[in-house]
């Protein structure tokens, strides 16, 4: 399995900005695909974003669509989320998660081996 440290949580207010980064360890980073997931309290993990190894397919969940934009660099092991207009909808804790061998942008929690601990995202209104 490949370590994975999400970065860039925070306190921003409605309307604001955030950019969550997720290292990971792996010598071989370019052959995981790579999510990001989100929980609130009391709800269930849901799907955010996801790209493709190569970085050249990504997929969002339509309450993110057009707000946030997941991006990687293979050559620094490390995948980002940016996240613009803000609402109080988006507070959670932010988890990436890696596939190995996942050459699509995949929305799908279960496919996925490995997780990081997650980063707190709180938007206030």
């Known amino acids: 399995q490949v370590q994975l440290v999400e970065s860039g949580g925070g306190l921003v207010q409605a309307g604001g900005s955030l950019r969550l980064s997720c290292a990971a360890s792996?010598?071989?980073?370019?052959?995981?695909?790579m999510g990001w997931f989100r929980q609130a309290p009391g709800k269930e993990r849901e799907f955010v974003a996801a790209i493709s190894r190569s970085g050249g397919s990504t997929y969002y969940a339509d309450s993110v669509k057009g707000r946030f934009t997941i991006s990687r660099d293979n050559d620094k092991n490390t995948v980002y989320l940016q996240m613009n207009s803000l609402n109080a909808e988006d507070t959670a804790v932010y988890y990436c998660?890696?596939?190995?061998?996942?050459?699509?942008?995949?929305?799908?929690?279960?496919?996925?081996?490995?997780w990081g601990q997650g980063t707190q995202v709180t938007v206030s209104s």
């Open positions: 792996a010598r071989t980073f370019s052959r995981y695909a």
């Open positions: 998660a890696a596939k190995i061998t996942g050459a699509a942008a995949i929305p799908y929690s279960y496919e996925y081996d490995s």
